[in-house]
């Protein structure tokens, strides 16, 4: 499956950014979809995950409660609607998909990637 991310930009701290990610083709109902960030100099980290079926959602405690992760199954699409933005927010965002049901926190059990869209918080 291709994943075509978008939404990025800068954002001021307490502002907000939505971020989406297309997933063209009859199969994006079967998967977990995933969003992850990587700032500088850091290893990509898990944000948020919601599962294909009853989209039961999963968050990193760092963004629960600000950022929440919804899917749109007719029109292929995942979003991330980041709220009460922080500086320390910033990196490359990245949508991923998962087959199978179960959510993951892990970057190796997605194995289907975005190309990353960089989200800027000021301070």
């Known amino acids: 499956v291709q994943l075509q991310a978008s939404g990025g930009g800068l954002a001021q701290a307490g502002g907000s950014l939505r971020l989406s990610c297309a997933a063209p083709?009859?199969?994006?109902?079967?998967?977990?979809m995933g969003w992850f960030r990587q700032a500088p100099g850091k290893e990509r980290e898990f944000v948020a995950s919601?599962?294909?079926?009853?989209?039961?959602?999963y968050y990193a405690d760092s963004v629960k409660g600000r950022f929440t992760i919804s899917r749109d199954n007719a029109k292929n699409t995942v979003y991330l609607e980041m709220n009460s933005l922080k500086p320390e927010d910033t990196a490359v965002y990245y949508c991923?998909?998962?087959?199978?049901?179960?959510?993951?926190?892990?970057?190796?059990?997605?194995?289907?990637w975005g190309q990353g869209t960089q989200v800027t918080v000021s301070s």
């Open positions: 991923a998909a998962r087959s199978g049901s179960a959510h993951s926190t892990s970057v190796s059990e997605y194995g289907y």
């Open positions: 083709g009859r199969t994006f109902i079967t998967y977990v």
């Open positions: 919601i599962e294909r079926s009853f989209g039961t959602t």
